[in-house]
């Protein structure tokens, strides 16, 4: 088994203030900043930054973010969580990521998506109506940008390519993932590209997830692709005791996916859906060991190589998500890590 990778992700999640009152964007960008390069100082492994267009996340150019990480750290992954590549180029989003790769010494592990949100098609001009093949032609273009020093491509949702070369070139491999809520045309694209998988698992039990590892591993196998690293990302939150965790989040849990129920129509978020989320489900919210144990039982169930924790959930305050990050880094991946030997 590859030894396990265990990393972050954060949506830039406009945090509360000390007057109790949103923190600016701004502020908020110069944080999550701070808390990535915490991370490294920290040895963790991964920080993933997702890109939205709403007034609740500050992280609309995960790129131009990653890169004031790059001069700040060292040695963490910098990527995204993810990329909306269906409403972006993806030779421009190919050129910055390349960019961002030459920069940080080989750091940049993009991870590309659809995204949970659709803000930014009527944002950029895209017809919601192409949701599909948005994505299946752009990542086809940037997987073959991935390889190919040239590249010839045609189809319907941009400008055809005859022997474009794009720069600046790689100067070595650049690890790409993909995410994948749940759909299993989704797991065999994968599969197809001869990419690496990214389950977003954010309700029910994770290892509910495993019959999309047996299929992507069937799927490899019929195609004669490599099996590659197949990755987890899921929310939580890490305090001294399970009590602390649970009332940290439980309110800033509450406002947020209050207000995306009434967005969706979703039933309103209850205390007891929540704790049954935390005690069986994907939330990952706990004392160090409790939240160890409960990402050894996901790695171990799925078979999967890494895990990331989406450790921002709402307006919880920054201070509390540097705590996180500090009991995260010090005591849970140790904790996993030694489980996994043991």
């Given amino acids: 088994m590859t030894p396990i990778s265990m990393g972050l992700d954060t949506f830039g999640d406009v945090t509360m203030g000390a007057d109790g009152r949103p923190k600016p964007m701004d502020q908020v960008l110069r944080d999550v900043v701070d808390e990535a390069a915490y991370a490294d100082a920290l040895g963790i492994d991964f920080i ?23 001069g700040r750290t060292t040695r963490i992954k910098l990527g995204t969580a993810v990329t909306i590549l269906s409403t972006d180029d993806p030779v421009r989003v ?23 949100f659709t803000e930014s098609y009527p944002l950029f001009g895209f017809d919601m109506q192409d949701y599909d093949q948005l994505f299946e032609e752009k990542l086809d273009i940037f997987a073959r940008l991935l390889r190919e020093k040239t590249v010839t491509w045609r189809g319907q949702t941009r400008a055809p ?66 099996a590659r690293d197949i990755g987890v990302h899921s929310p939580g939150l890490v305090a001294e005791t399970d009590d602390a965790a649970r009332e940290a989040l439980w309110p800033h849990y509450q406002a947020q996916f209050g207000r995306l129920g009434r967005e969706r129509g979703w039933p309103p978020v209850t205390r007891d859906r929540f704790l049954a989320e935390v005690e069986h489900g994907a939330l990952f919210v706990g004392s160090p060991e409790t939240v160890a144990r409960k990402i050894v039982r996901t790695v171990t169930g799925l078979g999967v190589q890494r895990f990331d924790l989406k450790y921002t959930t709402g307006p919880v305050p920054h201070a509390a998500n540097m705590a996180c990050l500090k009991l995260y880094g010090e005591r849970v991946i140790p904790m996993v890590r030694d489980m996994l030997a043991g």
């Fill in 161 to 226: 390519l005859h022997g474009a070369t794009v720069y600046p070139p790689l100067g070595q491999p650049m690890t790409t993932w993909v995410g994948v809520g749940g759909s299993p045309e989704s797991v065999v694209r994968v599969a197809r590209q001869d990419l690496q998988l990214m389950l977003a698992i954010i309700g029910g039990d994770p290892l509910r997830f495993k019959p999309y590892v047996d299929l992507y591993h069937r799927a490899v196998d019929q195609l004669g692709t490599p």
């Fill in 48 to 70: 993933g930054l997702g890109e939205h267009h709403r007034d609740d996340f500050a992280i609309s150019a995960p790129e131009i973010v990653l890169a004031a990480i790059a």
């Fill in 94 to 116: 190919f050129q910055r990521f390349s960019t961002l790769h030459a920069v940080s010494g080989g750091r940049a592990e993009p991870i590309l998506g659809r995204g949970s």
